[in-house]
T-cell receptor, first 115, second 114 residues
Framework: KAGVTQTPRYLIKTRGQQVTLSCSPI?????VSWYQQTPGQGLQFLFE???????NKGNFPGRFSGRQFSNSRSEMNVSTLELGDSALYLC??????????????FGPGTRLTVL | AQSVTQLDSHVSVSEGTPVLLRCNYS??????LFWYVQHPNKGLQLLLK??????LVKGINGFEAEFKKSETSFHLTKPSAHMSDAAEYFC????????????FGAGTRLTVKP
């Protein structure tokens, strides 16, 4: 099976712009979670989508949003970019079915740089 | 809410010597605990997991961890370090097995000297 893929791998934007990141989960996985990784704050949970619905949300401002499509692919959007949004954004997928243990499989990440 | 504290930000060992990466957790419920490894410019890979079965958990690449409820600890060990073990290690806690709200520790960077 192919692993979790994220596109693009690298991205450079300027302050005030918006950005959309994409994540394709492992085939059959219905849950997609997003994380932000920075040297200062470490790994922080952004949100999780399951069956096209946001199921959990971390403590991030409303500028960070996401969605999930019927094929489980997910996108994350950040509007009005700030310098502090520069980070590695990781996506993880899991089966997340009822009664299943939720081992998460991570993609390689998208490195976002905001200038 | 659950949280994790990794007691060492950096651990340095010599190749062939034991590895100990320390992790304490806080959880309101019976936690699920994980160790992940991240090699440079790579995503995270699951090393092992504890989900209320055996308290001594064996993972990949010779790593293991012991869940100690009385000490709220989940330390990661390996008897003999290899150069390829050099990476960042994350201890992770989740309050509920079916909830993907996972809280990561700050990470421990493991350096292995030849």
């Amino acid at each position: 099976k192919a692993g979790v893929t994220q596109t693009p791998r690298y991205l450079i934007k300027t302050r005030g712009q918006q950005v959309t990141l994409s994540c394709s989960p492992i085939s059959g996985h219905r849950s997609v979670s997003w994380y932000q990784q920075t040297p200062g704050q470490g790994l922080q949970f952004l949100f999780e989508y399951f069956s096209e619905t946001q199921r959990n949300k971390g403590n991030f401002p409303g500028r960070f949003s996401g969605r999930q499509f019927s094929n489980s692919r997910s996108e994350m959007n950040v509007s009005t970019l700030e310098l502090g949004d520069s980070a590695l954004y990781l996506c993880a997928s899991s089966l997340a079915g009822q009664g299943n243990y939720n081992e998460q499989f991570f993609g390689p990440g998208t490195r976002l740089t905001v200038l | 809410a659950q949280s994790v504290t990794q007691l060492d930000s950096h651990v340095s060992v010599s190749e062939g010597t034991p590895v100990l990466l320390r992790c304490n957790y806080s959880s309101s419920y019976s936690p699920s605990l994980f160790w992940y490894v991240q090699h440079p410019n790579k995503g995270l890979q699951l090393l092992l997991k504890y989900t209320s079965a055996a308290t001594l958990v064996k993972g990949i690449n010779g790593f293991e961890a012991e869940f100690k409820k009385s000490e709220t600890s989940f330390h990661l060990t390996k008897p003999s370090a290899h150069m390829s073990d050099a990476a960042e290690y994350f201890c992770v806690v989740s309050d509920r097995m079916y909830n993907n709200d996972m809280r990561f520790g700050a990470g421990t960077r493991l350096t292995v000297k030849p």
